[in-house]
């Protein structure tokens, strides 16, 4: 069985600080892992994917994670954070189960910026 | 290019009622998702669809019922709402299972 373990439920940052949301991950298989990003009343948006090809996989706004199957972990960083990065961030895996891949979300980080 | 559509956006309902959410896209996406999104748990999925004519149970499916008579349409049926249905829901869909999904705006729905 699959699950997702975002370690942190709030994470708070200065602007131009750097970012690390930290998730971990179990499968029985060689899932793609994805993060998404939700905005205050909006829906939901994909920053960037793992499918295993490059194991550092860089997505949208200067975002980038890294796939590291030793630690069984897919971080997601940003060099220097900025005022409209606030926001809720999912990571999720999705593994083979049944024939089809299934995709489970972690409980989110909430990520705050301070100015 | 609208994406994915979700009607309605928001909806009061007397306990014990019937209501279908419905959930349309134009990606001509085989794989289509319905998600709840409860504060503190994520998303955790209701249903899914691989392709049209298909459908199978997700990690939360009790009180809900779907059908995907075509490549377009994942309508979610709630037969006799409870309280706890309460949540915001999620339509989504990806190119096929396994790959990115795409959202729609959610519906916010309040059961009393």
């Known amino acids: ?115 | 290019i609208a994406g994915i559509t979700q009607a309605p956006t928001s909806q009061i309902l007397a306990a014990g009622r019937r209501m279908t959410l419905r959930c349309t896209q134009d990606m001509r996406h085989n794989a289509m998702y319905w998600y709840r999104q409860d504060l503190g748990l994520g998303l955790r999925l209701i249903h899914y669809s691989n392709t049209a004519g298909t459908t199978g149970k997700g990690e939360v499916p009790d009180g809900y019922s779907v059908s995907r008579a075509n490549t377009d349409d994942f309508p979610l049926t709630l037969a006799s709402a409870v309280p706890s249905q309460t949540s915001v829901y999620f339509c989504a869909s990806s190119a096929s299972t396994g790959s990115a999904q795409y959202f729609g705006p959610g519906t916010r729905l309040l059961v009393l």
């Open chain 1, 1 to 115: 069985a699959q699950s997702v373990t975002q370690l942190d439920s709030h994470v708070s940052v200065s602007e131009g600080t750097p970012v690390l949301l930290r998730c971990n991950y179990s499968s029985s298989y060689s899932p793609s892992l994805f993060w998404y990003v939700q905005h205050p009343n909006k829906g939901l948006q994909l920053l960037l994917k793992y499918t295993s090809a490059a194991t550092l996989v860089k997505g949208i706004n200067g975002f980038e994670a890294e796939f590291k199957k030793s630690e069984t972990s897919f971080h997601l960083t940003k060099p220097s954070a900025h005022m409209s990065d606030a926001a809720e961030y999912f990571c999720v895996v999705s593994d083979l189960s049944g024939g089809s891949y299934i995709p489970t979300f972690g409980r989110g980080t909430s990520l705050i910026v301070h100015p």
